[in-house]
């Protein structure tokens, strides 16, 4: 059973960064590229990026760039994605999702939820 | 490049079918027939329900259809049942590792 389980919810002040984690189970990790899709409040999901657990190649949307960094440890078969420079616009609900092929993305976590608030 | 262009809003009775369309330019699509549809229920994970244009995965209902033509890519919901009523997402994989999203289009169930 493919299971992706995200830490938890982070209440952050304008300016800081966040770090969420997507721990996977259930496949060869390695072997399935995983994506991070946000979705602010009341709004519809956009594409962060993504990255290979193979080699670690990533890539990332361009409005973030220079802002987020994903990260992975096959070791403990888990992701990281790191957002700094927080502002009020960055609140939204943070989702990893597994690569079936490009642009379908077939699992996905129950989500993280990132407040940024002063 | 922008987001893929839905409706906002789509509906039909139990029993009927009814079509969303998710438009972009050639770019946004990238060439490629990597087109996925996703159902996402308030307070829920997206569900994958088409990838590739009109392939289904496993679980999925044969209610849900796939297409795509030119820079318009469609996704039928045939039979309506009122658990189909959720929130529908195209995306697209627009080439150099880059994907779009369309802005949803929300279906109800009358």
């Known amino acids: 059973q493919v299971h992706l389980v995200q830490s938890g919810a982070e209440v952050k002040k304008p300016g800081a960064s966040v770090k969420i984690s997507c721990q996977a189970s259930?496949?060869?990790?390695?072997?399935?590229?995983i994506n991070w899709v946000r979705q602010a409040p009341g709004q519809g999901l956009e594409w962060m990026g993504w990255?290979?657990?193979?080699?670690?190649?990533?890539s990332y949307a361009q409005k973030l760039q220079g802002r987020v960094t994903m990260t992975t440890d096959t070791s403990t078969s888990t992701l990281y994605m790191e957002l700094r420079s927080l502002r009020s616009d960055d609140t939204a609900v943070y989702y990893c999702?597994?690569?079936?092929?490009?642009?379908?993305?077939?699992?996905w976590g129950q989500g993280t939820l990132v407040t940024v608030s002063s | 490049q922008s987001a893929l262009t839905q409706p906002p809003s789509a509906s039909g009775s139990p029993g009927q079918s009814v079509t969303i369309s998710c438009t972009g330019t050639?770019?946004?699509?990238?060439?490629?027939?990597?087109v996925s549809w996703y159902q996402q229920h308030p307070g829920k994970a997206p569900k994958l329900m088409i990838y590739?244009?009109?392939k289904r995965p496993s679980g999925v209902p044969d209610r849900f259809s796939g297409s795509k033509s030119g820079n318009t890519a469609s996704l039928t919901v045939s039979g309506l049942q009122t658990e189909d009523e959720a929130y529908y997402y195209c995306?697209?994989?627009?080439?150099?590792?880059?994907?779009?999203f369309g802005g949803g289009t929300k279906l109800t169930v009358l």
């Open positions: 999702a597994r690569a079936l092929v490009a642009a379908s993305f077939d699992y």
């Open positions: 259930g496949f060869t990790f390695t072997s399935y590229g």
């Open positions: 990255i290979s657990t193979y080699n670690g190649h990533t």
């Open positions: 050639s770019s946004d699509f990238g060439g490629y027939n990597y």
């Open positions: 590739e244009v009109t």
């Open positions: 995306s697209s994989y627009a080439g150099s590792n880059n994907f779009l």
